[in-house]
């Protein structure tokens, strides 16, 4: 099988719900059958590369649970949740580094200015997927 040219996207965007994002500078395979992820396993590295780079707020307790903020300690009570901006650069093992802008609720801690996404939240999760998925979706990305 001949190897096929890798090629990066500029920005592609999605959306769901809450969660917006952009990815600039993601590698593809353009086949025959159209543009497909860059490796067979890429999937799975991209939400593990992802999840270890977004940060969220420790929880302590179990019945009346607080947040703490990971960096820096501060009881994040009475911290206001809503709309946060991240960027990250994402870097996988079998292909260049690629950037990726967030905004999904989240909060930022007034002690050390940590933006901090609510990444535990379950629903916010699925959110984040379906955003991704828009936004390979709209690129006409597809496994394969």
Known sequence: ???????????INGQAQQVRVTLTGLSFRQTSAGRRYAYPDFGSDFIDA??????????RGWIRSTFLCPSCGRSLDGVPTGQVAVATDLVLSRIPAFHLDLEMPGMICPGCDRRLVMIDDRDLQSDLSDALIDAFNQAGLAPG
């Open 1 to 11: 099988m001949p190897d096929i040219p890798i090629e990066q996207f500029g920005p």
């Open 50 to 59: 992802l999840y270890k780079q977004l940060e969220g707020p420790n929880r």
